[in-house]
């Protein structure tokens, strides 16, 4: 069971990276700090425009791997997170939908 400070981020699909690689999206495990990402939200909603950055914790389950870096970015079209495979050299981007997204609506008043 998860601490309630923490909110699930969950991949729309497949996440690709950018040299053709790929991770299925059930492997990945994304979380983020409940109340980093709300003050990062009201931040973003009055100031209205641009696209901000929040760091997230991603870990492959199957591998047991945390990967360093990531970060979700919030921009006037959704959520995206992005991480790198530093011993690959792939850089990898997903949408995000779940419980992170429904904030993200409501807090930006988005449809």
């Known amino acids: 069971m998860k601490p309630r400070n923490i909110i699930s981020v969950n991949p729309n699909s497949t996440v690709f990276g950018d040299q053709g690689s790929w991770v299925n999206e059930h492997l990945l495990e994304v979380l983020i700090n409940r109340g980093m990402f ?34 979700m970015l919030i921009t006037p079209y959704g959520l995206v997170c992005k991480f790198d495979d530093n011993e690959l050299g792939e850089s990898y981007s997903f949408d995000v939908s779940g419980e992170a997204r429904k904030l993200w609506k409501s807090v930006c008043h988005i449809g």
């Open 38 to 71: 709300s003050s990062a939200l009201e931040r973003y909603r009055q100031r209205g425009k641009g696209v901000m950055s929040v760091p997230v914790h991603i870990s492959i389950r199957l591998f047991g791997i945390s990967v360093s870096g990531a970060h």
